[in-house]
């Protein structure tokens, strides 16, 4: 039955198993082979729970969806330990299976391998070391938008090179990976954030004087103790208030030391919001949202994108919300593309700030004013506050 609607939708490089053990032995031994896994909950001699944690135990990199019958509550039971199992679970699958529900698990499967197999040509240390020293370093923003009254009310600072005589800056595949893998994302970041606290009296000009920036911090950096130090130092020196500062960690690494844990604490006893990036794709259980201190989670793209029709994006971030409400957390949707997913956050979390390329890709400094005028005067006056066009 999959194999027939995966060919429907094009998808002709199929293999099925009747038998799980046969499956996981396949998948062993050629686990680079498979972009993803289907797997049923309720099979004879092994159950999908047991197939989840042998995936997880091989550290299978492709993506994996449920496909079951039973009971939403068991299903979603699953999808919890798959996660803890760290799995990368695409969706589940409810029978009896629709051509749309694959196409869904297929778009989301693209975005993950978007976001890990990219093959950017990467800069070589000694090329990144060069641009950091002749400052090519610069600041990109993204808005995040409260869709209600249309105000930004926070902007992601994004890190480009832009080199001289090139017309187009270089995007952060090329050298983030090196600056982490060579212990230079440290003057990276302090660069950026230099940057960046240069242009906030610019930025409080085109947007208010209460608009908050973010900047993204990878986990090594929080494992040094003194990087707290550094930006509180800089941020002082240029008379930011650091309330309107929020760090973002990224949710691809697992928080795990006590230096981590210590730096996330100092930050905000120092009065720096701290925001959960990319939450879907990594670690994080539900466990851990309850007790580490973020101000901010921001939902990933794979489960905002399509969310207007894909009931298990709309669980999860229901879920999300109904906890997030108790604990004073703002969330983020970030990555919306399509306006019938700007129209269905909009309608449904209007405390929900919006993020994405269908309102504003990131631009340097130059360009925002133009494009927020453009906004006010184009599609944002054009939603209702109903969600739906004027």
Not at 9 to 33: C, D, M, Q
Not at 50 to 63: D, P, Q, S, Y
Not at 288 to 297: A, D, N, S, V, Y
Request: aromatic content about 6%; glycine content about 6%; proline content about 4%.
């Amino acid at each position: 039955m999959v194999r027939s609607l995966l060919s429907e939708i094009g998808e002709n490089n199929v293999h099925t198993f009747s038998n799980p053990h046969k499956a996981l032995e396949e998948l062993r031994r050629a686990p680079n082979k498979y972009d993803i896994v289907f797997t049923d909950l309720n099979m004879p001699s092994v159950d999908g729970m047991a197939v989840i944690r042998a995936l997880g135990k091989m550290k299978f990199t492709g993506g994996v969806s449920i496909v079951s019958g039973l009971d939403a509550r068991i299903i979603e039971l699953a999808s919890s330990i798959a996660r803890q199992q760290q799995v990368c679970l695409l969706g589940n699958i409810a029978k009896p299976i629709k051509k749309d529900a694959l196409q869904l698990t297929l778009d989301r499967l693209t975005h993950f391998e978007e976001r890990k197999f990219l093959d950017y040509q990467r800069m070589s240390p000694s090329e990144l070391i060069d641009c950091i020293t002749h400052r090519q370093v610069i600041p990109y923003y993204q808005p995040k938008l409260n869709s209600q009254n249309n105000r930004v009310e926070g902007l992601e600072v994004l890190a480009r090179i832009q080199k001289p005589g090139e017309s187009n800056a270089i995007l952060p595949g090329r050298f983030i990976p090196t600056a982490i893998e060579n212990d230079l994302i440290d003057l990276l970041t302090m660069q950026l954030a230099e940057m960046t606290a240069s242009d906030i009296k610019e930025l409080s000009d085109i947007f208010g004087e209460d608009v908050t920036i973010s900047l993204n911090l990878s986990a090594s950096q929080l494992a040094d103790l003194e990087v707290p130090n550094r930006l509180e130092f800089l941020f002082e020196a240029h008379g930011i208030d650091k309330s309107r500062v929020t760090l973002e960690i990224t949710e691809e690494y697992a928080l795990k030391s006590s230096e981590q844990m210590e730096s996330l604490n100092r930050l905000r006893i120092r009065g720096h919001g701290v925001s959960l990036d990319d939450f879907g794709t990594g670690f994080t259980n539900i466990q851990q949202l309850r007790t580490l201190p973020f101000t901010e989670i921001k939902i990933d793209r794979t489960l905002i994108s399509k969310i207007h029709q894909d009931q298990f994006s709309q669980v999860i971030v229901q879920s999300l919300v109904n906890i997030m409400d108790k604990f004073d957390v703002q969330l983020v949707a970030e990555g919306i593309e399509q306006i019938e997913e700007f129209e269905y956050l909009h309608s449904n979390y209007p405390e929900m700030l919006l993020q994405g390329f269908i309102i504003c890709r990131p631009r340097p400094i130059e360009s925002l004013r133009s494009w927020y005028n453009s906004w006010l005067k184009g599609i944002g006056a054009n939603i209702s506050s109903d969600g739906t066009n004027r």
